[in-house]
């Protein structure tokens, strides 16, 4: 019976040798290797500047061509609210039984689409700035997180019309208020994290752009943005299991701990159990977990 002999791979040459220690001694490296973890987050927050200057351009320039300007950053958020009340509030009926259900709509819209934006343009992020990507050295991770904190920009500039419809339903400004403050970080860093997530599969894989509004549509309507989980569970006698499961989406976490924050009626007993640790838990695996996942291809990110 005949041997197949492999040959050993061939042995560096002296010159490749002579190389690599005359780059090690003067601390050159190889272009676009991935580098430490630490180091990585040392140099994302070295760009920290240029994070939010980038995206505070983007939102600038994001209606820079339409009439009305930055006006459409609370104008799309309202009308978006509006089609859904005449939907659901008025032809489906899921205000019947809903305290205050316009600021409870409002506020679930302008929340769910923090997270929905930021997820969207997250997809996009290295995919759709290529020359970006492969004319300048920095951390990838710098274009989803900043595609987030400009979501999270255009979510405060929404938040100021939101204020003006829970005045105008007769609410006073409470110490509740302060708790939108840590709602707003712990879904800012869980977005974050998402975005990191679609980008690194959107880099790869340009058509997961073209399938996510399906998903994020999908998980908006099981989000209790336009009906109470709470309550319509509970009319409808649905199994227990399926309101902890709907309860703990991420989502809904985040929606309805903002309406108690902000929202007279909306009680605590409304929220699911050990909440907070829900939205802590959810922020730092998506966070921790999305910043590793997309460390890990770093030096992939621009090429091919």
Do not use: C
């Not at 042995?11 to 002579?18: L, Q, V």
């Not at 899921?94 to 930021?118: I, K």
């Not at 509740?176 to 709602?183: D, E, G, I």
């Amino acid at each position: 019976m005949s041997q197949v002999l492999h040959a050993p791979p061939p042995a560096p040459s002296p010159a490749e040798d002579d190389l690599a220690a005359l780059a090690a001694r003067h601390g050159l490296s190889v272009s676009g290797a991935r580098p430490s973890l630490p180091e990585y987050v040392r140099r994302l927050w070295a760009r920290r500047h240029f994070i939010s200057a980038f995206a505070t351009a983007k939102l600038t320039s994001q209606y820079s061509e339409a009439k009305l300007g930055q006006v459409w950053q609370v104008a799309t958020p309202l009308l978006n609210a509006a089609v859904y009340y005449f939907i659901f509030g008025v032809l489906l009926g899921t205000s019947r039984g809903v305290a205050d259900y316009v600021p409870f709509l409002v506020t679930g819209v302008f929340v769910w689409t923090f997270t929905q934006n930021s997820i969207m343009s997250g997809t996009r992020a290295i995919s759709g700035n290529l020359g970006l990507v492969r004319a300048l050295h920095f951390p990838r991770a710098a274009l989803p997180v900043s595609f987030a904190l400009q979501q999270l920009q255009q979510l405060l500039f929404s938040m100021a019309a939101l204020v003006l419809i829970l005045l105008g339903f007769g609410m006073t400004p409470a110490l509740s208020w302060v708790l939108a403050l840590p709602v707003l970080v712990l879904q800012f860093v869980f977005n974050a994290g998402v975005s990191m997530v679609v980008a690194r599969m959107g880099a790869k894989t340009p058509d997961i752009a073209q399938l996510m509004p399906f998903v994020l549509r999908t998980w908006m309507y099981v989000s209790g943005v336009m009906w109470s989980i709470d309550k319509t569970l509970s009319r409808n006698g649905m199994p227990h299991v399926v309101k902890v499961l709907l309860e703990s989406n991420p989502a809904a976490v985040y929606i309805d701990l903002m309406r108690f924050a902000l929202i007279d009626s909306f009680k605590a007993n409304q929220l699911p159990h050990h909440v907070w640790a829900l939205a802590l838990g959810w922020a730092l695996l998506a966070g921790v977990g999305g910043f590793l996942y997309f460390w890990k291809a770093e030096e992939t990110y621009g090429r091919g």
